[in-house]
């Protein structure tokens, strides 16, 4: 989602912080984030991330035939308002950090350490 919304910060670090947390790392994040159809995930998560896609561009376009998609890969109707929740939660969140203009490092080992200790640690811990 980040990505789609072009914020530099965002995408770094849930890039890297998705990317800790799968065998296939960092390429299959790019995957994901350069063509999803190719991309080697499971159909449901393709349908949500279809979705999420949407609703970045906007609410409206989340049609029923998206949402049946999403339904006939096994999403659940909790699924699918979540895909839609957290999209449109992060098209705000990306919009707020970069009105903010939030210091985006264009080296990715500070995100990658950085995921790397939320991972081992969770967010609360220093």
Do not use: W
Request: glycine share 8%.
């Amino acid at each position: 989602m980040s990505d789609l919304n072009a914020c530099t910060f965002c995408c770094a670090s849930h890039s890297a912080f998705a990317a800790a947390q799968l065998p296939a790392g960092m390429p299959l994040v790019e995957q994901v984030r350069r063509d999803l159809d190719a991309a080697p995930v499971e159909a449901k998560l393709r349908a949500l991330l279809r979705i999420a896609g949407a609703v970045q561009r906007s609410g409206r376009e989340v049609t029923t035939e998206l949402v049946e998609a999403a339904r006939a890969e096994g999403a659940t109707d909790l699924e699918i308002h979540d895909a839609v929740l957290i999209a449109a939660a992060f098209c705000m969140y990306n919009r707020y950090v970069d009105g903010l203009g939030t210091l985006a490092p264009a080296d990715p080992t500070g995100y990658t350490r950085a995921a790397a200790h939320i991972v081992a640690h969770g967010y609360g811990a220093r």
